[in-house]
């Protein structure tokens, strides 16, 4: 399909150059067609770059897609289970997409465009959809719980490109990522004991 191919196009684009020096005659020429078809599907740069993060170009779990594939009523340690697992997901992934790294690198020198504002708005959705299904004990502010930990991934990801190591951890191989997704595991678990007990309390 045309429009899949220029955003796949896009990606390419994105991750060889950079936000800043991607655009659309870059991106035609990527998906071999011409750039007036991409002003016809998309209404131009803005629109484009929408449509990547939109259709779960930027990373596959910002899509309604993924969110229908979520289960519904949980029960609180299967939740928070689930909730771990979402977040090795998003840091694994996250890693592998150098395009979706440029284009937060971008969003961060440019929060105070319009547009990056909408992308970021378009994600803090998606968040709160994931906490509202997922996130145990609602009451203890899972969001905030949430907000700390993709942005923690986030830094620990983008900070992996330049750096071969945070403390001893070791970001160029396979064990030191393997320690990361443990460290997940036992933030999540230790914090669903802890959330037990409070609210055990509370009653």
């Given at each position: 399909?045309?429009?899949?191919?220029?955003?796949?196009?896009?990606?390419?684009?994105?991750?060889?150059?950079?936000?800043?020096?991607?655009?659309?005659?870059?991106?035609?020429?990527?998906?071999?067609?011409n750039k007036?078809?991409?002003?016809?599907?998309?209404?131009?740069?803005?629109?484009?770059?929408?449509?990547?993060?939109?259709?779960?170009?930027?990373?596959?779990?910002?899509?309604?897609?993924?969110?229908?594939?979520?289960?519904?009523?949980?029960?609180?340690?299967?939740?928070?289970?689930?909730?771990?697992?979402?977040?090795?997901?998003?840091?694994?992934?996250?890693?592998?997409?150098?395009?979706?790294?440029?284009?937060?690198?971008w969003e961060?020198?440019?929060?105070?465009?319009?547009?990056?504002?909408?992308?970021?708005?378009?994600?803090?959705?998606?968040?709160?959809?994931?906490?509202?299904?997922?996130?145990?004990?609602?009451?203890?502010?899972?969001?905030?719980?949430?907000?700390?930990?993709?942005?923690?991934?986030?830094?620990?990801?983008?900070?992996?490109?330049?750096?071969?190591?945070?403390?001893?951890i070791d970001?160029?191989?396979?064990?030191?990522?393997?320690?990361?997704?443990?460290?997940?595991?036992?933030?999540?678990?230790?914090?669903?004991?802890?959330?037990?007990?409070?609210?055990?309390?509370?009653?």
């Open positions: 399909m045309t429009m899949e191919r220029i955003l796949r196009a896009m990606g390419e684009v994105m991750a060889e150059r950079g936000t800043e020096k991607a655009g659309i005659n870059a991106v035609a020429d990527r998906a071999g067609v007036v078809l991409i002003y016809r599907y998309f209404g131009g740069w803005n629109g484009l770059l929408e449509a990547y993060v939109h259709r779960g170009f930027f990373l596959s779990m910002f899509n309604e897609k993924f969110m229908d594939s979520v289960p519904d009523n949980l029960a609180p340690d299967a939740r928070s289970k689930a909730w771990s697992e979402y977040t090795i997901q998003f840091m694994r992934e996250f890693r592998t997409r150098k395009s979706s790294q440029e284009l937060i690198r961060m020198s440019n929060g105070e465009t319009e547009l990056a504002r909408r992308l970021a708005d378009f994600r803090d959705q998606s968040y709160k959809s994931m906490v509202a299904k997922l996130a145990p004990y609602s009451d203890f502010d899972p969001l905030a719980i949430t907000s700390l930990m993709v942005a923690a991934v986030t830094n620990i990801v983008l900070t992996s490109t330049q750096r071969d190591h945070i403390g001893d970001l160029r191989s396979d064990s030191g990522w393997e320690r990361l997704e443990t460290a997940i595991r036992r933030i999540y678990s230790s914090l669903n004991i802890a959330l037990e007990r409070e609210q055990s309390k509370a009653k």
